[in-house]
């Protein structure tokens, strides 16, 4: 029970019951905060202890200056964690090791036990093998049940040895969508010493994606693995309390823009803004005519943008959805009850404090695609086949594809400034290049012929993959059902999808199939190819499967530039197929108009898509579906029985789950011949007295990377090439080269994930130049022992038996991305001690203090470019030590000693930003601190 120290226990009574409660209005200041502060200051009010969670942290955020840099740390204890199988089967593993490492301290193993209630829904694993047939969901089904049978068995253990952790099965749906629709609460209640307690609902999630609960009103956000695990186990996640961007929304969604255009349009506004580590809370009049569904699609994006957390308040259109989606009569008069009484239900009269302001009129949103390699890269559709042109423009150059058989005249006017720069300076520009510039844009025509004999041809830009899939919007019924109207519209008219395009529909949930089948729409879908694959996240993560054989050769062969189109919120590059070099996020009916485009090469506005059958041309235009037949679909088609029939049974599973063979007992037996599920060595020999840390002394670098390194880069979740260290490695322990499956899937594996750690195919590593000055693509490095070019892993190898500590330098928002622990976890085992950047995405920076991994910054406006580091050079970073005397350096001084014997020496910022993160560093990792601290 808190302390209570500032008396706001009370007590609220709904209907006929009674509840616990901790009152906001008890502390002067705490009303003028934004929703999302009061949420942070009611935990503190129920947790504080007088000792990590004090009076003078309520009062902090009393006393909240919105405009002045974050520097006051509190420690928040999230109400509930939320998991996913890729990241989660790790937790799962780190739980089960820390039993063990707990009996080998003298202790009880049973403490390591979930203290908040932790749910896992198995979503990442099916992969769309099987697809454009009425059998794919069943066929595909039973492929993920053949490949991940020991991962499936390995979770039902866990579910039945940890109390409060449970785990929904394979085939329900997308964990964020299941959070969404069933898992939330709005508002939790616990018994607390024989009192009912209430509080908002809160969650951390091992998902970058967590964020979209942030739709429905609940503060979540997603950290790495690491930290959920010390979440689980009762540890407050340690912050700054944060900047609040405070986003104004006015206007309504035009005709012919949808949902996905505005997350698009908010995503590179706050992309530009700068968000990295604040809150973003919308408000306004405009809020309450933003569809619950549109709220949870912008949340979704938060990482996108960049910040911590993206959150609607509570209000009407709140309850209504939980209403809606099955919950209870008692919870829903209980979450509107309780905000009502603390102030967190939404005035739109009322204006918050911010810290900074941005507002959108969404009347000026016009539709929009995001590509080819990164989400906060908004292309208007208008400009698409434009931007395409530019972009393998650029591809060419790159590529050195200048000896092509066929090119065509792109011209570009030049009050086009992307177009300008991009062609700045070219020799083959004509004179009268003030007015126009004209580039020769490579075309190859591929001859193809498909398994059924049809023969055609594919160019650069051929749209291979078309696939409506994702949290983003597949949990949104207007842009899914405007893509069945699109279909049926196009159906009507004639139009067919373009014969080499892989097409899929995977939904967020069963609820998705049961409105579609009301509404009569699938057999429109599936007549274009979008039949039912999985539930799952499937493209998003990777999981694409392979293209059809005589595709995938073609475009290896001809070296093209194919084009995924998903309906996601991830396209960077390595990601969604190995054969595929350009992703573009879309809305869900547009990836249907690009499969039957077949090509990105395409101008919607002027460019047919077919013609009907008297010979007219059929643009998208004709097609679109009518804004208000959506929504009469969308309020006639979904019924709150639906939602109620679908997660009546929700964690029991179909048969093949519940015939899984289940291990006992309270400690796992690992089988020493499983290569999906392995005991990790970060405990091995560990004391209850953490080892001194020490200063580091004659590293070397063993990768030099740029900008934008995403946690995809360090640690792939999609396919193991065979000729890979993970591919050897499973090769060598009798694995077909079939059932690799892939890292996502392996990462129970410490011996596959320490060699999939920077093995990603498009991984640049500016150590490895070319004598043309381009950069050896894929998981390489130099080995400075030999000067010779090997893996990263094998050069990882040789140095750790050489004794030689190692450093990885890095340009800006290094580890953007999904919230992927093994990024860092592969990082400390391969021997990397320090990490520096000129900036971090802040769960990468939090997950490798985590690890024990120092995260250092160079100073502001340098790089290691300007201060003329190639990463041949041997560095010592002295004062390191300082941390185990208790001291928390903001600065170390780095030594860089070239070949010459000449020196380059800096400041380096320390990233170590809160008390709670040097006290991780010091232990060698939160995992270590946590364990030490439930043994004594």
């Not at 209504?320 to 009850?337: C, F, H, I, K, P």
């Not at 992307?418 to 510039?437: F, L, Q, R």
């Not at 490095?781 to 990263?792: A, W, Y």
């Not at 041949?872 to 390191?880: K, L, M, Q, R, Y």
């Amino acid at each position: 029970m808190s302390a209570n120290t500032l008396g706001s226990r009370s007590t609220l009574d709904v209907g006929d019951k009674q509840y616990e409660i901790y009152r906001l209005d008890a502390v002067p200041g705490l009303e003028r905060l934004p929703y999302s502060l009061k949420i942070l200051a009611e935990a503190l009010l129920r947790t504080e202890d007088g000792a990590n969670i004090t009076a003078e942290h309520v009062k902090a955020l009393a006393a909240w200056e919105p405009t002045a840099d974050p520097d006051t740390e509190i420690q928040f204890t999230p109400a509930r964690v939320v998991m996913q199988d890729f990241t989660g089967v790790p937790c799962v593993v780190d739980l089960a090791t820390m039993r063990e490492a707990v009996s080998a301290l003298g202790g009880d193993p049973t403490v390591i036990n979930p203290l908040a209630p932790a749910e896992m829904v198995i979503d990442h694993s099916v992969v769309i093998d099987i697809f454009g047939r009425k059998d794919a969901l069943e066929r595909n089904t039973d492929l993920e049940y053949e490949r991940n049978r020991e991962r499936y068995q390995f979770l039902r253990w866990g579910q039945t040895a940890f109390d409060n952790f449970k785990v929904v099965p394979p085939g329900t749906g997308i964990v964020h969508q299941v959070n969404l629709e069933y898992l939330a609460r709005g508002v939790m209640t616990r018994d607390a010493d024989g009192a009912v307690q209430a509080y908002p609902d809160s969650c951390v999630g091992t998902d970058s994606h967590t964020t979209m609960i942030n739709g429905l009103g609940v503060l979540g956000w997603g950290v790495g693995g690491i930290e959920a695990e010390a979440a689980m186990l009762g540890q407050p996640v340690s912050m700054l309390i944060p900047k609040v961007v405070g986003f104004k929304l006015t206007g309504e969604i035009p005709a012919g823009a949808t949902a996905t255009d505005v997350v698009l349009t908010i995503t590179e506004m706050l992309r530009k803004h700068g968000v990295v580590g604040k809150f973003v809370e919308f408000y306004g009049e405009g809020v309450g005519a933003v569809p619950l569904a549109n709220r949870a699609t912008i949340g979704n994006m938060s990482p996108e943008f960049g910040s911590t957390a993206a959150i609607f308040p509570i209000d009407d259109v709140t309850v209504d959805y939980l209403r809606l989606t099955g919950r209870s009569a008692d919870q829903v008069a209980l979450v509107e009850a309780y905000c009502k009484e603390q102030g967190l239900w939404h005035d739109p009269s009322r204006e918050a404090a911010y810290s900074e302001y941005l507002e959108l009129d969404l009347s000026t949103v016009v539709p929009s695609i995001a590509g080819p390699k990164r989400p906060q890269d908004r292309i208007e559709l208008t400009d698409a086949k434009a931007s395409f042109g530019r972009s393998i423009l650029d591809y060419a150059q790159h590529e050195e594809m200048h000896g092509l058989d066929e090119s065509v005249e792109e011209t570009f006017p030049a009050s086009d400034p992307i177009a300008a720069e991009a062609h700045a300076g070219e020799e083959d520009a004509p004179a009268h290049a003030s007015s126009t510039a004209v580039k020769t844009r490579p075309h190859k025509h591929a001859p193809l012929t498909l398994a059924d004999g049809t023969e055609t041809a594919l160019d650069h830009g051929a749209v291979v993959i078309a696939s409506i899939t994702s949290c983003t919007n597949t949990s949104n019924p207007s842009v899914m059902l405007a893509a069945a109207l699109l279909a049926r519209n196009a159906n009507t008219r004639g139009l067919t999808a373009k014969p080499w395009v892989k097409t899929s529909m995977a939904p967020g949930s069963q609820v998705v199939t049961d409105y579609y089948e009301k509404a009569g729409l699938w057999p429109d879908l599936e007549a274009l190819g979008f039949h039912l694959v999985g539930y799952g996240c499937t493209t998003c993560i990777g999981n694409s499967g392979p293209l059809p054989q005589e595709v995938s050769d073609v475009v290896n062969e001809n070296d093209l530039a194919v084009v995924s189109v998903l309906s996601g919120n991830r396209n960077f590059e390595g990601r969604i197929n190995p054969d595929v070099k350009m992703n573009y996020l879309a809305s869900p009916p547009l990836v249907i108009a690009y499969a039957l485009a077949g090509t990105m090469d395409h101008d919607f506005e002027t460019d047919p898509l077919g013609t009907d059958s008297e010979g007219n041309d059929v643009y998208l235009r004709d097609i679109w579906p009518d804004a208000a037949e959506v929504e009469a679909i969308v309020g006639s088609s979904i019924t709150q029985e639906m939602f109620e029939k679908d997660y009546a049974d929700v964690f029991a599973g179909d048969s093949r789950w519940q015939n899984l063979p289940t291990p006992a007992g309270k400690t796992f037996e690992w089988a020493d011949d499983s290569t999906y599920v392995r005991k990790p060595p970060y405990f091995e020999g560990m004391g209850m007295e953490p080892e001194p840390v020490q200063d580091i002394a004659g590293a070397r670098v063993l990768a030099l990377l740029g900008d934008s390194v995403t946690t995809d880069h360090i640690s792939p979740a999609g396919s193991i090439k065979a000729d890979s260290p993970a591919g050897v490695y499973l090769a060598e322990h009798g694995v077909e080269r079939r059932d690799f499956n892939s890292y996502g899937s392996r990462r129970g594996n410490h011996e596959v994930m320490i060699r999939g750690t920077f093995a990603n195919i498009r991984l640049k590593n500016l150590l490895l130049q070319k004598e043309d000055g381009s950069v050896v693509e894929g998981g390489f490095t130099k080995n400075h022992l030999t000067g010779e070019q090997t893996t990263i892993y094998d050069a990882s190898v040789a140095y750790q038996e050489a004794g030689v500590p190692l450093v990885v330098l890095a340009g800006k928002e290094y580890g953007s991305g999904s919230s992927r622990d093994w990024a860092a976890k592969g990082t400390r085992l391969l021997g990397v001690r320090a990490v520096i950047t000129e900036s971090f995405e802040r769960i990468h920076r939090s997950n490798l203090i985590g690890m024990g991994v120092l995260p250092l910054q160079f100073p502001a406006g340098e790089s290691a470019a300007s201060l003329g580091l190639d990463g041949t050079e041997t560095f010592d970073i002295a004062g390191v030590a300082a941390f185990s005397a208790g001291e928390h350096p903001k600065s170390l001084t780095v030594t860089a000693t070239k070949a010459d014997g000449s020196v380059v020496s800096f400041d380096a910022v320390v990233r170590i930003d809160t008390p709670g993160e040097a006290d991780y560093f010091r232990n060698g990792g939160i995992l270590q601190y946590v364990l030490r601290s439930l043994v004594s």
